[in-house]
Structures are given as C-alpha cells and as structure tokens.
C-alpha cells in the first residue's frame, strides 16, 4: 500500500469541491481512460475576477482525488494570474507530499488548471506541441523537457513518476534518456531526428549494414548471413558456415546482429532466423 | 474489529493446526535432520512424514517432492533445470498470463538469447492451444503454463497439454500455486514433469515451497552444496515450516470438499449479488473453468486503488488489477492480455476466499460494495457521460 500523509489521506476520504459548476467561466479536461487517471476541473470568477468557486470531476487513484480537492482549495480566492503560477509542486506540498510514482497526479492538477484559464481566455486549445515520444500515454517531448526542467529530474524513472512517459511498454526509455541527456548538457543532441524510413530505403540500410559491419565480422570466424526478406520491422536471416552449426547462434544473432542493426538502421528492427 | 480478509490469492492465515504442528520445531526439538544422532534424527523423521504427506496430496511418490523455500524458487528451479539438462534446445514456451515468477525469467531468458512463443489467451482468458502446439519444435527445450490463473481463477488444460508437450519429447512444468489444495490433482496419471507449489497459499506459514519432479526427469539442481534433498537442493531444511508444510497439505486434503461447496457458493452468491446490485460490473475470466474462490470484478469507470482504500476503510482485504497499486502504469498484465477495455481493467477487483471466511462476511462486502462504486463514480468524469 502506498505510504500517504495524513493530508492526503483526508482529502481522498473527504474531497473538497467535487462537481461540476454549470455556468462555469473556465474549464480544463485532462487525461483519459486509457491513462487511468482523468480530471475535469471548472471554476467560476466574482466580480473582482477572482476565483470564486472551483470544482473537480476525477477518475483515478486516492492521489489523483486528493490533488484534485487540493488544487480547488488552493486557487479558491486567487486571480487567475495567480492561479496560473501554481506548480504540481504546489500541489505536492499543499498535501504534505505526494509518492514519487504518484507525482503525476499533480502535473495533472496544474494541466487542468492551465486549461481551464486558457478556456476562459478564449486562447484556442493549445495543439499539443512537440513530437509524441510516448506511445503508451501520449507524452511528446515538450511535456518530457518542460518536466525535467522544471523538477530538476535526472532519471527515466523520475520522469515516469512526473509525466508517466515510459511507463509503458519502454520502447521510448532511450529517447526520454536522449532528452534528458541533452538539457543536462551530457551529450550534443542531433541537429535533427532521422526521418521515417520507407521499405525500400530500410531494406537498402539492412543489406549495406550486413555487408559493411556484420558479414566481415562472422567470416573472421568462418561464418556468414544472409539477409532472406524484410516484413515490416521483422529481419528475416538465414545464418550460413561455422555460425549455421554453432551452439550460440542465437545469442549472437540476438547481441550482436541485431544489435549492430537497431544501432545502424532502427531501433524498432526485430531479427529472426528462418 | 478483525478484517474481513478476502485476498487468499495473495496469501493465507496459517492454520492453527499447522501453527501448532510447527511449534516444537521452533524450541526444544532444534536438531539438524541430517544429523546422526538420534535428537536430529527424531526431526528427520517428522520431515520424512511431512514429504509423504505433500505426496499424497499431489498423488505423487515422496522421493518426487522437493522443498524449496517459495513458488518462486520452485519455478526457477524447474525451468533452469529443464534448459540446463538439454543445452543444445534454445526456443522456449510460456504464455500471456503467468505470475511474474515465470513471466520475468522467460523474458530474461529472451535476452540471453533464447527464442521465446509467449501463447495468447482470449477475451475470457482461456489459452490459445492452437499457437501453443503450432510452435512445439525439436529445439523446444521447456513449456511452462501456470495451472490456475492467480487474478481470474482461470483454469487451464495442463493434463492434456502437458501429454502432447510429453509426444514430442519435450520438458513440462507447471506453476501449480494456485490450484494446488483447491481440486484434486493426481501426479500418477498425469504427463506433468515438474510442478511448483507454494505453503502460504494453501495455510501453510511463508517461506516454503515444494517442486514436484517426476522420477526419472532430467534434472539439474539449482542451488549446489550440501546433499540435502537427495543432492538436488543444497541447503540445511527449513524444518518447521517443511513440517507445517505436511500438516497444511493433509488440511487440505480434508478441506478440499468444503472449498468445492461452501465456499463456491459463498463465491457465487458474492460474484451474483455484485453484479445485480452494481451496474456497469462484470466478470473477468473464465465462468466455466474458474477455482471456486476467485472471482474478479470490473466495476466500469472508477479506478481500482481508490476502491481498495474505501474497501479498507470497512476493513474489507482485497487486491486490485489496477496500476495504481503495482507501482506500474499499466493495468495488470492478465487483464491486459485478455483485451478487458481500460474502462473496465482499472476498475478490477480480486476477491479470493478461504475456508475461514463467513457467510455473515460475505453480507458485509455485498452490503458495502455498492455505496462505495457509487461514491467514486458519483466523482467520475465518466461517470455521467
């Protein structure tokens, strides 16, 4: 079980501000289903364009309810000017502290708020910026760096526990790790990302990349390959000489060609003997 | 107030006969059952009966049992047993759904270079034979497919798919913690190589496990040292909890009709009752071939750890298949597996029982369940769509 402070504890057993407020001024909608945590957030302003009222809809974990009833009484009072500074880590504190994994919670808070305040604005719906990086849960890498900045992350972890990118399937660990390296200044980043490639460009970089790098290095061993089809991301082989009969094949098709082939050509290649 | 604790599946209250069975071995009767002399000897021979009564439950031979200290390392055992005794094999199977125990080491073995067929189950969670036996081959070294699943109860074919596994000559285990102590099993008639069990599932204290190997199955041992356990587990017996072993197998031998009876049918009336009183729920799983004491829950549109602390707060014990609670983002891998639809994976609770749970407990939850959904969807975006 998760080890929640006492505030936090309180403001999931007994929320704050739950509904929905039908003339609403300002209205955020973030997260979804898929994602397992969700939150609607609308507020209404007095005469003085202050908050007067906010109130929150939430799909999700006792931490995600507790930053929701939080953040409502906490911008409750304040201009929206004011309402616009307040960080996930504001949240955070507001409740004595959040888990490390469920800090997501509270970068959700402030999304809905930063949404709600545009809505009310007539600023249009912000496109969401960047390239998707995380497939699993829609995190581009605006969001990744603006997160790693603004909490000082170092780690993929810490970035999973803050945006949920990588959290996942994992197949974008060495992007995340690219962005992080990159703000931390521990590696140049690419002027610019690979394009996608088409079949035919792929097809034409696995067969130079056997013939360059991987045949010369299994003939020293009396060994060969040869590349049979190409279906999708799926390299189709047939290992030839010494390598044919040879009890670790696989683990050399597997470390060593395939990962000569991810390196060279696309992370996202799948090497299988036929 | 005590809890009601209906959370079986993730571990047992040791049963006050098994306690009682393990005290001495705790004070006055130390001895080392490998030891010559009579003060040890007198515990080897309570560990002799207790291997003798773990066989009996499986319908195996006493030789065939090996104590090991959990169903992880049972399995473990088993599997590197399998792939070390036929070196040259290099392609392995397992499936979707299996406990992390073996799940894990078959994705590790992935990376070592082993070929690795994980075989699919459909939206009840029943397994996809077809892809199963398709991909048995000559350089098949092990299959592995858990008996009964640990968050549906689903139960799978392992006689008949150990028996084809067998025609081809390959290896056959079975993570059988679950099933074991819930339906008669009988190792004598089966083609099952090795199966892993473990204590605390079936009232027996943590700590201790048991691999079935079959007489005669190639078989390297996974810890080397000493010549315990016939030379194919090194390391001094955890003697108490081995002799509560024995006692907890004999229980459940006995209690294995009430599990079939009593507690199917407070499972059933459970299972029934939620699903007319709450909308928006349904089952996951196999409604046919379940283990009478699980059933899981989807409750649509509300998120499973938040479930859970409401549950707790009456005092009710219950897992989730919820992300939340696993300190992962995804929703459990069986649900996942299955294609249950997110609406309904987040929202997944586990209830398995025992023989020590109530009719009168079974009335709480049934009586609580509802006000608690409606509480988290009442504050569900969701909800009012």
């Not at chain 2, 285990?173 to 204590?199: E, F, N, R, W």
């Not at chain 2, 029982?353 to 608690?372: A, H, V, W």
């Amino acid at each position: 079980m998760w080890d929640y402070t006492n505030k936090v504890k309180d403001h999931f057993l007994n929320p704050r501000n739950v509904g929905f407020i039908d003339d609403f001024d300002g209205l955020g909608e973030v997260g979804s289903l898929a994602c397992g945590d969700a939150l609607k957030l609308t507020f209404k302003l007095d005469e003085g364009e202050r908050i007067a009222d906010a109130k929150f809809q939430t799909f999700g974990c006792a931490s995600a309810i507790a930053s929701s009833s939080a953040l409502t009484e906490m911008v409750k009072g304040m201009t929206l000017d004011e309402a616009a500074k307040v960080t996930n880590e504001d949240i955070a504190d507001f409740l004595g502290g959040l888990p490390k994994e469920k800090m997501h919670c509270s970068v959700m808070g402030r999304d809905a708020m930063e949404k709600a305040i545009a809505y009310y604005r007539g600023e249009a719906e912000k496109q969401v910026e960047g390239e998707i990086v995380c497939e699993c849960f829609g995190v581009t890498d605006r969001q990744i760096e603006r997160a790693v900045k603004e909490n000082g992350l170092t780690s993929i972890e810490e970035v999973t526990d803050y945006v949920k990118a990588g959290g996942g399937c994992e197949n974008c660990h060495d992007k995340i790790q690219f962005i992080i390296d990159d703000i931390l200044g521990n590696a140049p980043r690419a002027a610019k990302k690979p394009e996608a490639l088409t079949n035919i460009q792929k097809i034409k970089m696995i067969d130079a990349t056997l013939e360059r790098e991987i045949k010369p290095a299994l003939n020293q061993d009396g060994g060969d390959i040869e590349l049979v089809d190409v279906d999708g991301n799926r390299v189709m082989v047939k290992l030839r000489g010494t390598c044919a009969s040879c009890s670790k094949s696989q683990i050399t098709l597997k470390h060593y060609v395939e990962t000569k082939l991810k390196d060279l050509v696309s992370q996202d290649l799948v090497v299988e003997e036929v | 107030m005590n809890p009601i604790y209906v959370d079986n599946n993730a571990t047992t209250r040791v049963a006050p006969e098994v306690l009682e069975a393990m005290l001495p071995y705790f004070s006055d009767l130390y001895g080392n059952p490998s030891s010559m002399h009579t003060f040890g000897g007198s515990v080897g021979s309570k560990v002799r009966a207790a291997r003798e009564q773990v066989a009996q439950l499986l319908g195996a031979l006493p030789e065939e049992i090996l104590f090991t200290s959990c169903g992880t390392e049972s399995d473990s055992t088993a599997i590197y047993a399998a792939i070390r005794s036929n070196p040259e094999k290099k392609h392995i199977i397992t499936t979707r759904v299996e406990h992390p125990a073996v799940k894990n080491l078959f994705e590790h073995l992935g990376k070592k270079g082993y070929r690795v067929t994980v075989v699919p189950v459909d939206r009840q969670g029943r397994l996809d034979l077809d892809t199963l036996y398709k991909n048995l081959s000559d350089d098949t070294a092990v299959v592995s497919v858990m008996w009964a699943n640990n968050e549906t109860g689903t139960i799978f074919p392992v006689e008949e798919i150990a028996r084809k596994v067998r025609e081809r000559g390959i290896v056959f285990h079975t993570d059988a913690v679950q099933a074991v102590g819930k339906m008669p099993i009988t190792m004598a008639d089966s083609a099952i190589d090795m199966l892993s069990l473990s204590g605390h599932k079936l009232h027996a204290p943590k700590g201790i496990g048991v691999l079935y190997v079959r007489k005669g199955t190639q078989f390297a041992p996974f810890l080397m040292g000493g010549h315990q356990e016939g030379g194919r587990r090194a390391g001094t017996e955890n003697t108490a909890s081995i002799i509560g072993m024995g006692r907890a197998a004999q229980l459940a031998m006995e209690s294995m009709q009430d599990e079939n009876t009593r507690v199917k049918a407070l499972r059933d009336k459970l299972e029934t009752e939620l699903l007319n009183r709450v909308p928006h729920s349904m089952i996951n799983g196999d409604p046919e071939n379940r283990l009478p004491n699980t059933t899981s829950i989807a409750f649509e549109y509300v998120e499973g750890e938040a479930i859970l602390l409401l549950m707790d707060q009456h005092g009710i014990c219950a897992s989730s298949g919820s992300a939340c609670t696993s300190g992962s983002l995804e929703p459990s891998h069986v649900l996942r597996a299955m294609g249950v639809p997110f609406t309904a994976a987040h929202g997944s609770i586990r209830y398995s029982l025992s023989i020590y749970n109530t009719e009168e407990e079974i009335d709480f939850i049934i009586d609580k369940m509802p006000t608690i959904i409606e509480r988290l969807r009442q504050m569900s975006p969701f909800w009012q769509r």
